[in-house]
């Protein structure tokens, strides 16, 4: 099982970027209470979420900060969880981080790291003003 995170790079302010995480090894398990998200890290910090939802289509989560630019999605056929981030800011540089579960997630949780147990190596994306 892996998750491997693509997409990431350097862009100035209100640019746009959008990152995949392809699944490899296995089919993403997209059972309507299984979950997806992306996590955030940077150098001195706790990883955080940034955006989260049910693979069933529903509790979409996004953190106050990145609310109405980013949007998570899936593609199942592809076996690809997608971030756009559009109107980039510079504090949204960091290390992002994929991750599903292979359970259902808990109602309510699927902004907590926690409830994930597949992770990819994560890709840096870097924001400049």
């Known amino acids: 099982v892996e998750l491997a995170e693509s997409g990431g790079g350097s862009v100035q302010a209100g640019g746009s970027l959008r990152l995949s995480c392809a699944a490899s090894?296995?089919?993403?398990?997209?059972?309507?209470?299984?979950?997806m998200g992306w996590f955030r890290q940077v150098p001195g910090q706790e990883r955080e979420g940034v955006a989260a939802?049910?693979?069933?289509?529903?509790?979409?989560w996004y953190s106050a900060s990145v609310k109405g630019r980013f949007t998570i999605s899936h593609d199942n056929a592809k076996s690809t969880i997608y971030l756009h981030m559009i109107d980039l800011k510079p504090e949204d540089t960091g290390v992002y981080f994929c991750?599903?579960?292979?359970?259902?997630?808990?109602?309510?949780?699927?902004?907590?790291?926690?409830?994930?147990?597949?992770w990819g190596q994560g890709t840096q994306v870097t924001v400049s003003s």
């Open positions: 939802a049910y693979f069933g289509g529903h509790g979409f």
């Open positions: 090894g296995y089919t993403l398990m997209t059972y309507r209470d299984y979950c």
């Open positions: 991750a599903t579960s292979s359970r259902p997630c808990a109602r309510g949780a699927v902004s907590f790291a926690s409830e994930y147990n597949y």
